[in-house]
């Protein structure tokens, strides 16, 4: 069964930065796409926003509202992306999760998996 495994995130203040990975682990078929949402305190699980995504042929897409002060890289054998937040504000506090579009071992559906999310807080 494949399971997303997060590393990173916590506490900083305003300008600050830090780092978020992810791992796909497990067996699938293949991995399409690796990235990352975030919600924000006091929003629904349907509000989630759109931080980064990398899709497999290396092309990657960002939210407006982190476009330029965030990166998303990913390795492709190792089935990580890893998310450099720079220039943090207050605003960009949120759990962030982690996530991977796959296809299974034992079918041919491309599924949604999820990580269990990781807190990022910016505050002076």
């Known amino acids: 069964q494949v399971q997303i495994v997060e590393s990173g995130g916590g506490l900083v203040h305003p300008g600050g930065s830090l780092n978020l990975s992810c791992a796909a682990t497990?067996?699938?078929?293949?991995?399409?796409?690796m990235g990352w949402y975030r919600q924000a305190p006091g929003k629904r699980r349907e509000q989630r926003e759109l931080v980064a995504s990398a899709v497999h042929s290396g092309r990657t897409d960002y939210g407006p509202s982190v476009k330029g002060r965030f990166t998303i890289t990913r390795d492709n054998l190792k089935k990580t992306v890893d998310l450099q937040m720079r220039d943090l504000q207050p605003e960009d506090t949120a759990v962030y999760y982690c996530y991977a579009l796959i296809i299974p071992i034992d079918t041919d559906v491309a599924k949604y998996v999820w990580g269990q999310g990781t807190q990022v807080t910016v505050s002076s």
């Open positions: 497990g067996k699938m078929s293949r991995n399409h796409e």
